[in-house]
């Protein structure tokens, strides 16, 4: 029905997907997994006309098809069901499933009538019992999902693909979703479905795609083959991994951490970080493995002091019991956080970057008491950008005109110069090129040498691998594994990823 | 090989370009507007809207607004002529408090730092948009500024006070020192120390901010109490040189303080922008304001010359910035 035949598709010198052909059926639920950064978001993007670039082609039914929008996707009768939620928050239901394609009368009035007539017969099918009128905000995360599904069959397409739509919902919700995928099935549509939980992929998929590293690495039957073997072809890597050497003296806590919880700040109900606990020791490099949505940003940006309202447990720092109301706080504790997205919460990108490093000292570089020492200032921003070997003509270049390793550089200058006693790091290679980091594992190493204790998080095994001296798995908001560096292997990492419950 | 980028100076200088060409084309058409007399004149009253929108960069430049800088004006300078005419007098305890020159006006430009850290607190603490909170903050000190002055002028304010608005010194009128001096302040504020830094962090990126570990509420609520502070300031000018605070004075100020603020080339979304930019946004207001007198244009047509000319400001800023 849906074919993909050799595509390729690459951004800015990273090849994505490699060659990729992939084939969906009509009455046949296709699974598609892999690691983040497998290359299956990209692969679905490109089914939904989001990529509209790439080398290859895609077949619809027999004919050759190029999407130039996403409308001309749904024109042509795919619907994507995303991760995120598309919907207006403050619009009703029916208004929701009608967005952009209204019914109207021949004065060109809205047909409200027929359309809430409509979306009651929709509801129906997703097992909703609520009226078409509620506004999408006062509906729960996991009835959002549905309603998602529900304009998705609205669109009458033939080809569904749904990427991990199971993600926030409940055991209820998900048996009501299984339940419309199997009608959806038995009227011959064809079915992608994109999830990390290999159980539910063996309850309700017929077919696999495995892919790895923006390949094909393996397809079948789902009946001929174990959780186990999937697990394998998932993470099976031809690339030598370099490992991190050894154990850090396990003398000095420097980071405690009990009972750590996190409640969804967004609906307050339910646990992105559940009973977390662990100890950070001097000098240690702790990795922290997880999915997508496992908590583990959540759970730095706690120990930030980013949630206070929210969190609750107990955090000790060189094993004094403190409690954090802001990233004020942490950072007077010597807790400096590397965020996730440098662009948005890491820099300053319209300040110079001789700004951008002495943002976090200030207060060190002045003279009488209140008059910056431009003197100081530029000599700690050139010691730094030396250091760090930040490649720039001048300190006065603004931070927006950086590469994105450079940019990462900078991030990281604006912490050295504070002195961190603990430094948590999340995602922090995250599209920046080979060279810049391996420059920057070095530099954890040489942190955590002189004392200095480092949370590294990341979805990349390897990157873990390479600087970490211990291995956190995180799944579903708690620890499912602690391994020494010498017992972590790329496939248990995965699978303490993947199902915690074993 | 030096290549020289008159692109970058033409963007950089591009306010001060355009008062030059307005300043030539002016001259060129009257003979009246290039003397010493007409240039003390447009500077005088430039000198107003020069201390008000100077305090108006600080808190855009948070990306934050302050509508009610021409009430806080009307009322700081009621209260000031209050002050000094008629002290204070509590007749229950048969105490009389009377004010010099000075002192009356140190309280008018305290009370208009207390209204803007009271706007300052109400946008941190509560989460009130800039917008709605000053445009509240409007009606309300309009409304105590009629209350005080039970809606008549206050006059005959003595000579030493109207030294302030009409006196010379130097050669330059009071009120351009009086601008001059909030300026230079500002500007040292703004590169020189912490706060500067801090204003152009926030406004630049209010997450990263934030993740750095600045304190946000106070640098947002002390800019609202500087802007508040130099509107007070400009609210004592305007009542000397008038020798009579009248309740509604300023009325509508904060519009043409804006106009400068984004003439100058200060970006509403915060994070860009200097002092100097506005001091010549408010020049050019002035100049043009000054021309378009002398050239006999009806009041009218002013009114849309100046509107034109802030669209066309920013519509020259957007081009700029979207070839980045």
């Avoid at chain 1, 990209?42 to 050759?64: A, C, N, P, R, W």
């Avoid at chain 2, 001259?27 to 010493?36: E, R």
């Avoid at chain 2, 609210?235 to 008038?242: A, D, E, F, K, N």
């Avoid at chain 2, 043009?288 to 007198?293: D, S």
């Amino acid at each position: 029905m849906l074919t993909a035949k050799n595509i390729t598709k690459r951004f800015s010198g990273v090849t994505a997907l490699n060659n990729v052909n992939l084939e969906l059926y009509p009455g046949i639920v296709t699974a598609v997994i892999g690691e983040n950064g497998a290359g299956k978001s990209t692969l679905m993007k490109i089914f939904s006309g989001v990529h509209t670039q790439y080398d290859g082609d895609i077949i619809l039914g027999d004919e050759k098809v190029q999407f130039n929008s996403t409308k001309d996707a749904e024109a042509a009768g795919i619907a994507i069901i995303h991760q995120e939620l598309n919907l207006v928050d403050h619009l009703s239901i029916t208004e929701n499933i009608f967005l952009g394609s209204e019914l109207v009368d021949q004065f060109g009035f809205l047909r409200k009538e027929e359309m809430r007539k409509q979306t009651k017969k929709l509801l129906q099918r997703v097992k909703l019992n609520i009226s078409p009128d509620t506004l999408i905000y006062k509906l729960k995360v996991g009835q959002q999902q549905l309603i998602e599904i529900a304009k998705a069959l609205h669109t009458n397409a033939e080809v569904f693909i749904m990427d991990e739509p199971t993600s926030a919902i409940t055991d209820k919700e998900v048996e009501n979703l299984f339940d419309i995928i199997g009608e959806l099935k038995s009227q011959g549509k064809t079915i992608a479905y994109i999830s990390h939980k290999l159980n539910e992929l063996f309850q309700i998929a017929d077919r696999y795609v495995v892919l790895r590293d923006g390949m094909t690495v393996g397809e079948g039957k789902m009946e001929e083959i174990s959780q186990d073997e999937l697990v394998e072809k998932m993470s099976g890597r031809k690339i030598r991994i370099e490992r991190s050497s050894g154990n850090a003296s396990l003398a000095d806590p420097m980071l405690q951490l009990s009972n750590i919880s996190l409640i969804n700040p967004d609906n307050r109900t339910g646990k992105l970080i559940d009973d977390v606990g662990f100890t950070l020791y001097k000098g240690e490099v702790i990795g922290i493995y997880g999915l997508m949505g496992a908590g583990r940003t959540e759970l730095m940006e706690t120990i930030f002091g980013l949630h206070p309202k929210f969190s609750s447990g107990q955090l000790a720092v060189d094993s004094k019991t403190v409690k954090f109301k802001s990233p004020a706080n942490a950072i007077e504790a010597g807790i400096m956080l590397i965020p996730e997205d440098r662009k948005l919460q890491g820099l300053f990108l319209d300040l110079a970057i001789r700004s951008n490093i002495s943002i976090t000292i200030l207060d060190s570089i002045l003279r009488w008491g209140f008059v910056l020492n431009s003197k100081k200032e530029a000599l700690v921003s050139r010691d730094y950008i030396k250091q760090l070997a930040i490649k720039t003509s001048t300190r006065e270049t603004l931070a927006r005109n950086l590469s994105g390793g450079n940019q990462q550089k900078v991030v990281l200058a604006k912490w050295l110069a504070k002195n961190p006693k603990v430094l948590l790091l999340d995602e922090p290679t995250r599209g920046i090129d080979v060279g810049a980091k391996s420059e920057i594992y070095r530099l954890i190493k040489e942190l955590a040498a002189k004392g200095v204790g480092v949370i590294v998080v990341s979805s990349e095994i390897p990157e873990i691998l390479a600087v970490a001296n211990r291995v956190l798995v995180m799944c579903e908001g708690k620890i499912s594994a602690n391994l020494p560096i010498q017992e972590a292997t790329e496939s248990d990492m995965l699978r303490f990823a993947i199902h915690h419950n074993h | 090989m030096k290549t020289v980028n008159y692109a970058g100076y033409v963007k950089r200088f591009q306010s001060l370009i355009a008062l030059l060409l307005l300043c030539i084309v002016l001259s060129l058409l009257t003979d009246k507007f290039l003397t010493t007399e007409n240039s003390l004149n447009i500077l005088r009253q430039t000198a107003v809207n020069i201390c008000i929108a100077t305090g108006m960069t600080v808190v855009v430049l948070t990306a934050g607004i302050d509508l009610s800088v021409g009430s806080i004006l009307a009322l700081c300078g009621a209260v000031a002529a209050g002050l000094l005419k008629n002290g204070i007098s509590l007749q229950a305890s048969d105490v009389f408090i009377g004010f010099t020159v000075f002192g009356a006006v140190v309280a008018g430009i305290i009370i208009g730092y207390l209204i803007g850290l009271f706007n300052g607190f109400v946008i941190t603490k509560f989460k009130v948009p800039p917008f709605v909170a000053t445009l509240a903050m409007l009606t309300i000190a309009r409304g105590l500024t009629m209350l005080y002055t039970h809606g008549q002028p206050i006059s005959n304010l003595g000579p030493s006070f109207d030294f302030i608005g009409t006196g010379s010194f130097w050669g330059l009128p009071v009120p351009v020192w009086i601008a001059a001096i909030v300026v230079l302040i500002t500007v040292f504020l703004m590169q020189k120390t912490k706060f500067g830094r801090y204003v152009y962090a926030i406004g630049g990126n209010e997450t990263a901010a934030k993740f750095s570990g600045i304190n946000i509420p106070k640098v947002k609520i002390l800019s609202y109490a500087l802007a508040g502070a130099f509107a007070a300031i400009a609210g004592i000018i305007v009542t000397s040189r008038l020798d009579s605070a009248q309740p509604n004075a300023g009325t509508s100020y904060e519009l043409d303080a804006i106009a400068a603020v984004v003439i100058g080339g200060t970006s509403l979304n915060g994070g860009r922008g200097t002092i100097w930019g506005t001091v010549i946004g408010a020049v050019i207001i002035g100049v043009l304001n000054n021309g378009l007198v002398l050239l006999n244009v009806s009041p009218f047509w002013q009114q849309v010359v100046k509107g034109s000319v802030i669209l066309l400001a920013v519509i020259i800023d957007k081009l700029g910035h979207s070839k980045d």
